[in-house]
């Protein structure tokens, strides 16, 4: 198919998807984007949006993973619940790419605003986003702490 058939094809399906309510994520980065937007606006929905409806895992720090959309959203929805709307600063360490899969391992820093400084915390996350019929969805968000900052082993391990 021509490359100017395929974009229009894609400009088409992109149209119809957001008449019907559904987040269009074109790129990987876009459908990063969106989650974390959604994780700081504590927004429930917007999240759902994000994630690919079949093959969902999520790992936070501290817990076990939890597999299917429902059972993610029902752990959000309750950190949300419990939590102040955090403040966000993404950035990119390491960004994979094949035709229909994107990991990124990014560092998160996290943290409330208390009195005049925000306190933050460190945290490293890798999300992992597969490409469907209706653009990037993520399907793997691993977050964790670093348990101490040090430099990686300079001798072989194996």
Excluded at 18 to 34: S, W
Excluded at 38 to 50: D, G, H, I, M, W
């Amino acid at each position: 198919m021509p490359s100017c058939c395929k974009k229009t094809r894609e400009r088409v399906s992109a149209f119809f998807r957001r008449r019907a309510g559904v987040a269009a994520y074109p790129t990987a980065a876009d459908c990063m984007k969106a989650f974390y937007e959604a994780c700081a606006e504590r927004n429930p929905a917007k999240l759902r949006q994000v994630w690919h409806p079949d093959s969902a895992v999520c790992i936070v720090e501290g817990t076990l993973p939890v597999t299917g959309l429902n059972s993610i959203m029902a752990t959000w929805s309750a950190l949300f619940r419990h939590n102040t709307a955090p403040l966000i600063h993404i950035n990119t360490l390491n960004h994979s790419i094949t035709p229909h899969c994107e990991i990124f391992l990014v560092e998160q820093r996290t943290g409330k605003t208390a009195g005049r400084a925000p306190e933050q915390a460190l945290h490293y996350a890798n999300n992992v986003f597969l490409k469907t019929r209706q653009g990037w969805r993520l399907s793997c968000h691993h977050a964790f702490a670093p348990a101490e900052l040090k430099a990686p082993p300079t001798a072989t391990l194996h």
